[in-house]
């Protein structure tokens, strides 16, 4: 396992939104510009929620067709996935891929139950593509980033747990640090964590350069070129 960052310094990463941390990255670690993010739409469940930082979980499930293992081989497999979940590094985010396609979603894995025993196990919150149900019923302050809502679990069930997989765009293995909020999700190299505070810091700086120009009085394109003048001499 690579050296991962402390609980200190993913805390920190919370006092920024999702798309702040993908900007900076491009700072950062330049060749992450058009890659390691969610590149399609999820639907935020709890949209106010504050960012979310943490050690990625990964699942397989589909919910089309009945399961084809036993009851017993069932139950080691969902047993030995809540071991994953509950494993050290913490907090954990599960990331399941639905492999139903063309019907992803048709039956939703989270929901009351799941939520809380997750939550329970020091989960985070969860990214899918695939489908969630009862949203009044979920653990509080438990992120949730959808491919759909839709109302019944069908059959839906665990196919493999510990790989790596692919959501809304987004690749993902065990353990990779993942940032989310209500705008999706992005994977932060871990050697990256502790600089991305001021890489942010410097964004900021310079775009209120921009900011503030546009909000004073007489703004022109003039004004606009002497502030993009302004915003390259910040370091």
Not at 37 to 63: E, N, Q
Not at 195 to 219: H, M, W
Request: glycine fraction near 6%.
């Amino acid at each position: 396992m690579p050296n991962l960052p402390d609980a200190k310094s993913l805390e920190a990463l919370r006092a920024y939104d999702t798309p702040t941390i993908c900007n900076a990255l491009e700072i950062v670690v330049p060749a992450r510009r058009a890659i390691g993010f969610t590149r399609r739409p999820l639907v935020a469940c709890f949209p106010d929620m504050k960012p979310v930082v943490a050690f990625a979980r990964t699942a397989l499930i589909r919910s089309r067709e009945a399961h084809p293992r036993d009851r017993d081989s069932a139950n080691r497999i969902r047993l030995g996935y809540y071991e994953h979940i509950a494993a050290q590094p913490l907090p954990s985010l599960s990331v399941i891929q639905d492999i139903d396609a063309p019907d992803t979603g048709f039956g939703a894995f989270w929901g009351e139950v799941q939520t809380h025993v997750h939550a329970g196990l020091g989960c985070v919150g969860v990214i899918t593509d695939g489908s969630v149900r009862d949203l009044d019923a979920m653990a509080p302050d438990f992120l949730v980033l959808a491919g759909s809502i839709m109302p019944s679990h069908a059959h839906v069930h665990l196919v493999d747990f510990g790989g790596t997989v692919s959501v809304a765009g987004m690749i993902v293995s065990p353990n990779d640090v993942i940032h989310a909020d209500r705008h999706g999700a992005v994977v932060v190299p871990p050697e990256a964590v502790k600089e991305l505070p001021a890489a942010a810091a410097l964004l900021a700086r310079r775009e209120k350069v921009i900011i503030d120009a546009a909000k004073s009085p007489g703004f022109s394109v003039a004004r606009l070129r002497q502030a993009f003048a302004e915003q390259e001499e910040i370091h």
